[in-house]
């Protein structure tokens, strides 16, 4: 006997679900830790996205959550710092599977992004192979074309206003809402978001421009209720929080329930310092 087996990659499960009308869903990193990313992998999500626009992840810390979601058997993505044609090229030659790409607001943007993605003729790419290569039957160059997820973010209001023709570009294969960023566009608090606001129909208005050019809208939810509710509406791409945010979360709540008043504590856990 010899070796415990390779993992081999076949579909990205993740082009194929938002293709066929399926949901997919994942997390996002956020602590920059390769042991956090393969916890996390292990858990089921179908996707895991190392953010490299909004943590401190280096390049070869973010090739490691790479390996690492990939072990533990969700589809390792990435959200690059921007519509950039050497990020894109260098973190898909590192091993992501599909990227998610920040501030698409018009069909050039939209255009950019596939560009950047696909090889010739299709795009701009340039042939460097990919760390994934040896995981995959067949060459890597006809696998990525086929396989590598074009995800792009709707987070404005000029977004919103584009958002069907966004949508209808060849090669975008889904967009997902951030809803932070669409906030602070339109100008409003977070009080001002929710049910019945101008916030939550812009977010359906995107939902229906995908559902009229048949492309999977997406968004990033906080809490898992939010996730069922979105799915039941149509909506494909989804996010809940982030490793950071289930680890404060949850150490929060366990925190809450210490008896710690009166409890004599050293400068760590006290104000005393300052
Ligand atoms: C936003 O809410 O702006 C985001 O980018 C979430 O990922
Ligand atoms: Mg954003």
Not at 160 to 181: K, S, W
Not at 244 to 268: C, H, I, N, Y
Request: with cysteine; aromatic share 8%.
């Amino acid at each position: 006997m010899r070796g415990i087996g390779k993992i081999k990659i076949d579909k990205n499960p993740v082009k194929y679900n938002l293709h066929h009308g399926l949901p997919a869903v994942g997390t996002w990193m956020s602590t920059c830790s390769p042991v956090s990313a393969e916890i996390m992998a292990n858990i089921g999500w179908d996707w895991v996205v190392v953010d490299v626009e909004h943590s401190p992840v280096g390049f070869e810390t973010m090739v490691n959550c790479f390996r690492a979601i990939q072990l533990g058997g969700a589809a390792p993505m990435a959200r690059v710092p921007w519509n950039d044609t050497i990020w894109i090229q260098r973190t898909l030659d590192a091993g992501a599977m599909g990227l998610v790409v920040p501030m698409v607001n018009n069909v050039e943007d939209a255009k950019h992004a596939v560009s950047n993605m696909k090889y010739a003729t299709v795009g701009q790419r340039s042939f460097g192979g990919s760390r994934i290569s040896s995981y995959i039957e067949g060459d890597y160059y006809t696998w990525a074309q086929e396989n590598i997820a074009v995800i792009v973010m709707i987070e404005t209001a000029e977004a919103v206003e584009n958002a069907e023709e966004i949508l209808a570009v060849e090669g975008v294969d889904g967009c997902f809402i951030g809803p932070n960023d669409l906030m602070l566009s339109m100008g409003l608090t977070r009080e001002q978001t929710g049910p019945g606001s101008p916030h939550e129909a812009a977010i359906m208005r995107v939902l229906e421009a995908g559902k009229k050019v048949g492309t999977a809208v997406g968004k990033h939810c906080w809490d898992p209720a939010e996730v069922n509710r979105r799915i039941e509406q149509g909506f494909q791409f989804l996010a809940l929080n982030s490793d950071a945010a289930f680890m404060t979360r949850e150490a929060r709540a366990q925190f809450s329930q210490l008896k710690l008043d009166g409890v004599p504590r050293g400068a760590g856990g006290s104000k005393s310092l300052y």
